[in-house]
């Protein structure tokens, strides 16, 4: 079946299918009626398992992708993303490597080279499996054992990973030039922490304090009191090497220097006082009371615990989530601050007009 054949029949099916690529993993998404499971299934275990590669259709998603990548320049947060990361990883490691790729290496990728990657990597030993929603099980486990449990891996053993050195961080600013631009395009970062750390919790807390919302100091300061920007927020990403800390904003041009001079001040402030009792605590609720959100759906249950998976957590993770939220205190925060958000740690991204 052709890509297009796939997507009829999955429309046909109720069914829905999608794909998510980080550094440290793949991940498939289907979801579809349970009066069409069976055939759901059969359909997209078919697809990863032994997908045809056609080249009509690599040609197409090959074109789109080359269009996507010689239009990035226009596209200012993404630019500012790609080099934030060049800065903290290098260029060619792959944490620093954009997803996207870049234009000059995909320019010269065809069906071979598609084909040769998903027999390496694409292998049933690599894989879970989670399952959420209202399904029998013994049948599920029939069916898929019938569909993806006959899946011959191309390869017998594991390839190691390429080895992740976190380099020291020096703060500096890097600038991309785009000359009457009406607004700069910002990113501040700096590496982190292992989604398996303890140090988690400690700072999931920091970040909703610094930019987690609405209430968060950055908006609170750059957007209602000053008026610098429409938005700004601090939030966190995990690996199983490494992690990092990311603060995005788009300021008002004229503004820019005022904005990044206010943010320093901002975030020497949490490293050398401890946050008020209320303040803390409102921060804490807010992510304890966010985390139904995420079980809301099926799809939802499954994202969450192939999360848990993913970095080798244990399955009753949530479980403990908002007792070890509460247990962070004041000196915590202005630990966490001190030591994985100290200035001299900052990398400054902006793409703007010089």
Request: charged share 25%; glycine share 8%; no cysteine.
């Amino acid at each position: 079946m052709s890509a297009l054949a796939i997507a009829d029949e999955l429309d046909r099916l109720g069914a829905s299918t999608g794909l998510s690529i980080q550094p440290d993993e793949a991940i498939l998404y289907l979801s579809t009626l349970a009066k069409t499971l069976d055939a759901t299934v059969e359909l997209w275990a078919k697809t990863i398992s032994a997908p045809d590669f056609t080249e009509a259709d690599v040609a197409r998603v090959h074109g789109d992708h080359l269009t996507a990548l010689k239009l990035r320049p226009d596209r200012p947060r993404e630019v500012a993303g790609i080099v934030l990361d060049n800065a903290l990883y290098g260029r060619a490691t792959p944490y620093g490597h954009p997803a996207a790729g870049y234009l000059e290496d995909l320019e010269k990728l065809g069906v071979k080279d598609v084909r040769a990657f998903h027999d390496e990597r694409w292998q049933p030993f690599r894989m879970t499996l989670v399952v959420a929603g209202d399904v029998d099980i013994s049948a599920l486990e029939t069916k898929l054992e019938a569909t993806l449990g006959a899946w011959e891996p191309y390869a017998s053993k594991l390839n190691s990973p390429p080895k992740v050195t976190v380099m020291p961080i020096k703060s500096r600013l890097l600038l991309v030039d785009r000359p009457a631009a009406e607004q700069s395009d910002v990113r501040i970062g700096t590496t982190a922490i292992p989604r398996t750390d303890p140090r988690y919790y400690a700072l999931e807390v920091t970040n909703n304090i610094l930019g987690g919302g609405f209430a968060s100091r950055l908006m609170q300061r750059l957007r209602e009191q000053l008026g610098y920007t429409y938005g700004v927020g601090a939030n966190s990403s995990y690996g199983h090497r490494t992690g990092q800390v990311t603060i995005s904003s788009a300021f008002f041009t004229p503004k820019t220097v005022e904005a990044l001079k206010e943010f320093q001040r901002l975030v020497g402030e949490m490293a050398k006082d401890d946050v008020p009792v209320e303040e803390l605590e409102k921060a804490k609720q807010n992510l304890i009371r966010a985390l139904p959100q995420a079980f809301e759906t099926s799809e939802g249950v499954a994202r969450a615990y192939a999360e848990l998976a993913i970095f080798g957590l244990p399955d009753a993770w949530y479980d403990g989530y908002a007792k070890k939220i509460g247990k962070v205190m004041a000196k915590d925060v202005r630990r966490t601050a001190q030591r994985l958000l100290a200035l001299k740690r900052l990398i400054y991204v902006v793409v703007g007009d010089l």
